[in-house]
């Protein structure tokens, strides 16, 4: 009777679990359904400016790759608490534009927005950055500039951050998610001057791409998602750049570079994304794609003998063979988000890798162990605080259940 009754409540948190996770796999389904119809973008659509046609070649087309994981990964996590442990990255209150990217990984970019003064409909995410006016209702000030190249989205700046809540924290992350939700670059937006498209955001990221640029890792992302099977593509100094070339940039890096976000973590998604990418519609060299096949599996290697007793990695994980690797697990909670932040993040890139180079399946079950017990454990003000390695550890969640619950799709 009791095992009956914990069997219904298992369905009942399965259920509650896939409607979380439908917004992502929705998007990411409808986009594979569409992309595999090879519909290409169209230079002569209504809006599409002749400075575009050079920037973007016939062959773009209008749906991103798809960088969803190509095998089922098996994690066996309870449903319901996975539910409870995802729901506590829900934004509650008025936010920045750069939070609620985070938060749209997990709940998707339909979630309702947190708008505590609004007394009508709760517009959702996609409307309000598509809306000119509802986004300057929001955020204070409109989302995009326009530029002689398309429109851009100005970064933040860390100091003046209450300020600007309509600027996005990573150059290149608002076009990363787009492109992770599977937004077609005719997905039309408003600006105070008129009605744009995503593929005005991603001509002005071309126009603007700079390989010395301290953050380029969402830049990429963007563009490995969009561009291909175009290969090469110039910025607004004449200068040409081809996807080999953004290999060895992100192979270059050391993870310890001044200026980099989330422990240079994001390094490695890049190049894992941009595999996949090149798996679906080549745009590397022979060996390039090797080379990355190598960095990438010495990575998972590495990870995988280094990982710490409760799943977890720790800041400094790249240092692997240093005697204070294991010294740093000590479970003060400051130590507890920092390794959130590094472990939450290696989950979202390793389950993007080709089959072939995935981890086991034990080093996934590990590591969800860890994110789904420190986001049930963590104080809603710890969460809030270090929102960024929570809503990371919160997506890895996601996708591995969403991965396990139903892996044949
Ligand atoms: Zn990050
Ligand atoms: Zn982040």
Known sequence: MERATQSIR?????????LVCIATSLAAFVHLRLSSKGDQFDPSAPGYSSSAHEVLQ?????????????????????????LMAVQRVMPRQRSP???????????????????PSRA??????????????????????????E?????????????????????QSHWGQLLSEFAKHGIPLTQELTTDTG?????????????????????????????????PPQRTWVNKFGH???FDQMADELMRRQFNSDGLACHGIHLLEALAVLLRADFERPVLSELRRAMIRQHLGKHVTRLTDSQLADGSWPVGWHAY?????????????????????????????????????????????????????????????????????????????????NNAVAPSE
């Not at 530029?147 to 600027?167: A, C, I, K, M």
Request: a negative charge; one cysteine or more.
């Open 10 to 18: 298992d369905d009942k948190a399965i259920r509650l679990l896939s």
């Open 58 to 82: 016939s062959s773009v087309q209008s749906y991103p790759v798809s960088v969803r994981p190509l095998k089922s990964v098996s994690v066996c996590l309870d449903a319901e608490q996975t």
């Open 97 to 115: 534009l750069g939070g609620l990217m985070h938060a749209a990984m997990v709940l998707g970019l339909d979630m309702e927005i947190p708008w």
């Open 120 to 145: 009508d409909r709760l517009p959702s995410l996609k409307e309000v950055i598509y809306s000119n006016e509802l986004a300057t209702a929001y955020f204070g000030s409109p989302i995009f500039v």
């Open 147 to 167: 530029t002689q190249y398309g429109l851009h989205n100005r970064l933040v700046d860390p100091r003046d951050s209450r300020f600007q809540l309509e600027r």
């Open 195 to 227: 009605t744009f498209a995503v593929r005005d955001i991603l001509q002005d990221t071309v126009a603007n791409y700079n390989t010395n640029d301290p953050q380029i890792e969402w830049v990429c992302i963007a563009l490995a998602m969009y561009l």
């Open 240 to 242: 040409r750049f081809h």
């Open 321 to 401: 063979s240093s005697p204070a690797y294991s010294v740093r697990n000590s479970d003060s909670p400051n130590q507890r988000h920092l390794r959130v932040h590094v472990t939450g993040h290696h989950v979202d890139w390793m389950y993007l890798v080709l089959p072939d180079m995935l981890p086991s399946d034990e080093v996934f079950q590990r590591a969800a162990e860890f994110l789904q017990e420190s986001l049930l454990c963590a104080s809603q003000d710890a969460i809030q605080e270090h929102y960024c390695p929570y809503c990371h550890a919160a997506h890895a969640l996601v996708t591995l259940s």
